[in-house]
């Protein structure tokens, strides 16, 4: 076969470019570093106390939390039926926040991607629209409702409604740049019109990733709207908010709080990779023989 | 040398390698030939431990293989290395840092994530790449090569890896005729100037033939052929492709060549 007489030439040129890469890198390892401890060192002179000096302190009200439930943990079964109303208040808020947010999101997402969008012209202001929707924080959103329309969940679920279409509606739209188009052409040839080429040809290639991104975001939405019941948005956070002042003596209320979020968000994921895994794989997956 | 007994993989009901017996008592040019789902890749997987057996054992010089575990395990996957049908590169990094992931077995973890290969290791690695032509591709990303240069770079990588046995699945099934012949001459030449076994899986018979000193053919999971090319008969061949009397060598072919002749 065909030998070069250069190849120590082209390992010169070669070890000289390693060698290059190499200072690179250990000069942006030192330059990290050095941020690194710069910049804790300026949020800990900034801080009131001290980091350092603060630390042991840390645990005290989680331990004050477990150290009350605990004595009163023969109560926590009957605070988890008390307050089951309230988290299926928030979790409503949260799911039709999320379908909402997310069907939004799906024709937001499609008119804003680059080779699928109809309008090419729409696709940077609708962009942006998604950036602003993305940009004010839920809670903002929720305020100036709840002064408008008065408290409860309405207000609370339209704030986080917008909000997801902004997120879903970015996440939504990356996932159909890496989608392939060959099939979308191949529905073009057939004369298929935008919106049949959309749910045939992209829909089907993305909706694993679209239903993780969902159903990621629904987690994300519980918690949200366990804040908003702080701000007068009803459902459980605004029992967390009532039970988790110091000195009510509570806590143990508030750790059957803790752990039925805890609980919800347990299932959610449990739930939601099903879906995925049977989504991704399809049926075609179980008789295989789960291998390939 | 290598002694595989009773080697059997099952998934779920589905047997892809059934009982398999194989000696080999010297380094050999092996090809395996058989249809898609014959349990070709399988057995290769098996012997490489990418796949772990259901039951039966492989020897190699009297060392159980499928017993190994952890360490053990990835040293002799150093030391039998393994080139895939669609190449199995990093396409973002360059051709030579994929000839060095040869190496991986032996560098330590932080080492090679900031790429800290010795000098002697680089050079050694353009060698190998200026031996199989590829040079002056060294600074190149893998992935803006053609198929059959990304098949001589991973050819590279496993020769970086020094290893007893050179394990092919496929090697050519991606690449035109003219690319295949390089990558096949390549493969027959390692095995000649270094006494390497090769054990190649193969899909057309006349590629066996050609360059193999030994043939191996696989049906359903079991062996149903061993033996010289000169023994393979094309009823032998009909039997293992599972195919009618209308069955002609030409018709499994890649080969530009074979095109001119006569259905054997």
Request: glycine share 10%; with cysteine.
């Given at each position: 076969?065909?030998?070069?007489?250069?190849?120590?030439?082209?390992?010169a040129?070669?070890?000289?470019?390693?060698?290059?890469?190499r200072?690179?890198?250990?000069?942006?390892?030192?330059?990290?570093?050095?941020?690194?401890?710069?910049?804790?060192?300026?949020?800990?002179?900034?801080?009131?106390?001290?980091?350092?000096?603060?630390?042991?302190?840390?645990?005290?009200?989680?331990?004050?939390?477990?150290?009350?439930?605990?004595?009163?943990?023969?109560?926590?079964?009957?605070?988890?039926?008390?307050?089951?109303?309230?988290?299926?208040?928030?979790?409503?808020?949260?799911?039709?926040?999320?379908?909402?947010?997310?069907?939004?999101?799906?024709?937001?997402?499609?008119?804003?991607t680059?080779?699928?969008?109809?309008?090419?012209?729409?696709?940077?202001?609708?962009?942006?629209?998604?950036?602003?929707?993305?940009?004010v924080?839920?809670?903002?959103?929720?305020?100036v409702?709840?002064?408008?329309?008065?408290?409860?969940?309405?207000?609370?679920?339209?704030?986080?409604?917008?909000?997801?279409?902004?997120?879903?509606?970015?996440?939504?739209s990356?996932?159909?740049?890496?989608?392939?188009?060959?099939?979308?052409?191949?529905?073009?040839?057939?004369?298929?019109?935008?919106?049949?080429?959309?749910?045939?040809?992209?829909?089907?290639?993305?909706?694993?990733?679209?239903?993780?991104?969902?159903?990621?975001?629904?987690?994300?939405?519980?918690?949200?709207?366990a804040?908003?019941?702080?701000?007068?948005?009803?459902?459980?956070?605004?029992?967390?908010?009532?039970?988790?002042?110091?000195?009510?003596?509570?806590?143990?209320?508030?750790?059957?709080?803790?752990?039925?979020?805890?609980?919800?968000?347990?299932?959610?994921?449990?739930?939601?990779?099903?879906?995925?895994?049977?989504?991704?794989?399809?049926?075609?997956?179980?008789?295989?023989?789960?291998?390939? | 040398?290598?002694?595989?007994?009773?080697?059997?993989?099952?998934?779920?009901?589905?047997?892809?390698?059934?009982?398999?017996?194989?000696?080999?008592?010297?380094?050999?040019?092996?090809?395996?030939?058989?249809?898609?789902?014959?349990?070709?890749?399988?057995?290769?997987?098996?012997?490489?431990?990418?796949?772990?057996?259901?039951?039966?054992?492989?020897?190699?010089?009297?060392?159980?293989?499928?017993?190994?575990?952890?360490?053990a395990?990835?040293?002799?996957q150093?030391?039998c290395?393994?080139?895939?049908?669609?190449?199995?590169?990093?396409?973002?990094?360059?051709?030579?840092?994929?000839?060095?992931?040869?190496?991986?077995?032996?560098?330590?973890?932080l080492?090679?994530?900031?790429?800290?290969?010795p000098?002697?290791?680089?050079?050694?690695?353009?060698?190998?790449?200026?031996?199989?032509?590829?040079?002056?591709?060294?600074?190149?990303?893998?992935?803006?090569?053609?198929?059959?240069?990304?098949?001589?770079?991973?050819?590279?990588?496993?020769?970086?890896?020094?290893?007893?046995?050179?394990?092919?699945?496929e090697?050519?099934?991606?690449?035109?005729p003219?690319?295949?012949q390089?990558?096949?001459?390549?493969?027959?030449?390692?095995?000649?100037?270094?006494?390497?076994?090769?054990?190649?899986?193969?899909?057309?018979?006349?590629?066996?033939?050609?360059?193999?000193?030994?043939?191996?053919?696989?049906?359903?999971?079991?062996?149903?052929?061993?033996?010289?090319?000169?023994?393979?008969?094309?009823?032998?061949?009909?039997?293992?492709y599972?195919?009618?009397g209308?069955?002609?060598?030409?018709?499994?072919?890649?080969?530009?060549?074979?095109?001119?002749?006569?259905?054997?």
């Amino acid at each position: 076969m065909h030998q070069t007489t250069d190849a120590p030439q082209i390992t010169a040129d070669y070890l000289a470019h390693a060698c290059q890469k190499r200072m690179m890198n250990m000069i942006l390892l030192v330059v990290f570093v050095a941020l690194l401890i710069g910049g804790f060192g300026t949020a800990n002179a900034r801080n009131a106390g001290g980091f350092l000096n603060g630390l042991p302190n840390v645990f005290d009200f989680p331990a004050d939390v477990l150290g009350e439930a605990w004595e009163r943990a023969h109560l926590l079964p009957g605070y988890f039926l008390k307050y089951l109303p309230s988290l299926i208040e928030t979790v409503n808020i949260a799911g039709a926040a999320t379908l909402i947010g997310a069907l939004l999101a799906f024709f937001g997402a499609l008119l804003a991607t680059r080779g699928l969008a109809p309008a090419p012209r729409l696709v940077a202001p609708l962009r942006r629209v998604l950036d602003v929707l993305r940009a004010v924080p839920e809670i903002v959103i929720a305020l100036v409702l709840i002064f408008l329309l008065g408290g409860g969940p309405v207000p609370a679920m339209i704030a986080i409604a917008l909000h997801t279409v902004g997120a879903l509606g970015k996440l939504f739209s990356e996932v159909n740049e890496n989608a392939s188009l060959k099939p979308v052409d191949g529905l073009e040839s057939v004369g298929a019109g935008w919106l049949q080429r959309m749910v045939l040809g992209v829909v089907p290639q993305v909706a694993p990733n679209y239903l993780s991104y969902a159903l990621l975001r629904f987690e994300i939405n519980i918690r949200a709207s366990a804040i908003l019941g702080f701000v007068g948005a009803g459902g459980i956070g605004y029992d967390l908010r009532n039970t988790m002042s110091w000195g009510q003596g509570k806590f143990d209320e508030a750790a059957a709080i803790f752990l039925l979020i805890f609980g919800t968000i347990i299932i959610v994921d449990q739930v939601s990779s099903h879906f995925r895994n049977s989504l991704t794989h399809g049926r075609a997956y179980q008789d295989k023989g789960a291998i390939l | 040398m290598l002694v595989i007994s009773e080697l059997t993989k099952t998934f779920g009901a589905n047997t892809a390698v059934a009982r398999a017996n194989l000696k080999v008592d010297r380094p050999q040019m092996i090809g395996i030939i058989g249809r898609s789902g014959a349990g070709k890749s399988t057995l290769l997987r098996m012997l490489n431990r990418l796949t772990d057996a259901s039951s039966g054992q492989i020897l190699f010089q009297g060392r159980d293989v499928t017993a190994l575990r952890g360490a053990a395990r990835r040293g002799w996957q150093a030391e039998c290395a393994m080139i895939f049908q669609q190449f199995n590169l990093v396409p973002r990094m360059d051709v030579v840092s994929n000839v060095l992931h040869g190496t991986l077995n032996r560098r330590s973890v932080l080492g090679s994530i900031f790429n800290l290969y010795p000098d002697a290791d680089i050079t050694r690695a353009i060698e190998i790449l200026d031996r199989l032509g590829m040079a002056r591709h060294a600074p190149k990303r893998a992935e803006a090569l053609s198929g059959g240069q990304q098949q001589r770079v991973a050819i590279a990588r496993a020769l970086m890896q020094d290893p007893r046995i050179i394990l092919a699945d496929e090697p050519i099934a991606s690449l035109d005729p003219m690319n295949a012949q390089v990558v096949m001459q390549t493969l027959r030449r390692i095995h000649e100037e270094d006494g390497r076994m090769v054990i190649a899986n193969l899909h057309t018979l006349d590629t066996a033939r050609r360059y193999c000193d030994r043939v191996v053919g696989m049906r359903d999971g079991q062996i149903v052929f061993d033996g010289t090319p000169e023994q393979l008969t094309t009823g032998m061949a009909r039997e293992i492709y599972g195919a009618s009397g209308s069955f002609s060598e030409a018709a499994t072919s890649t080969e530009i060549e074979t095109l001119d002749k006569v259905p054997a």
